[in-house]
């Protein structure tokens, strides 16, 4: 009985702490139609379960990304947008298996890059990824909001998990590469 009573309270103070370090977090806007909406809330989709699968993968994003969507890029994420020039396809328009690349929020030597798992909406995406919490864990089912004004991806905010909300943070996005790479036409 003790056991479980102290496995209740460490739960209890994890989560509690998670709320406190998150406190600072805003709600974003919501989108309804396409038109931000001040007054409701956006919902995290109904099937969506986003977690976190192994918090000691110890792994960064760009392997993950890569061993996920077959696409063959290496270097830093911040570079990949580049890379995919004229070797795979590249849009603003997000599909499953494609990779989603987010430049960095605190200048250009950083950068994210997620895998594209689903469409739940024209406006929310679930990806999976690592390291979006910088501790070298894999999540999954993690639902991103395009937040952008004209609907094209351009901006996204991303589900914090261990705080249950949308981030408060608004990232920009170089756009979606696709895991097919071009090839020349044989004459």
Not at 105 to 116: D, E, F, K, L, Q
């Amino acid at each position: 009985m003790v056991r479980v009573w102290a496995r209740q309270a460490q739960a209890l103070g994890l989560a509690l702490m998670a709320a406190a370090l998150t406190a600072c977090a805003s709600m974003p806007a919501p989108i309804t139609n396409g038109v931000v909406n001040a007054r409701q809330t956006p919902e995290l989709p109904s099937d969506a379960a986003p977690r976190v699968v192994d918090y000691a993968a110890n792994l960064q994003c760009v392997p993950f990304a890569r061993d996920a969507s077959g696409i063959a890029i290496f270097g830093n994420a911040n570079t990949w947008w580049r890379q995919a020039a004229g070797r795979y396809p590249r849009s603003h328009s997000p599909a499953p298996g494609s990779v989603l690349v987010v430049e960095g929020y605190n200048g250009a030597n950083r950068g994210h890059v997620a895998v594209v798992r689903r469409i739940a909406s024209e406006r929310v995406i679930i990806v999976d990824q690592a390291n979006w919490l910088n501790g070298g864990e894999i999540s999954v089912g993690v639902p991103v909001m395009d937040v952008s004004p004209d609907n094209d991806w351009s901006e996204i905010r991303v589900w914090h998990i261990p705080g249950g909300h949308w981030g408060g943070r608004v990232y920009a996005v170089e756009g979606f590469i696709h895991p097919f790479t071009l090839q020349a036409a044989m004459g």
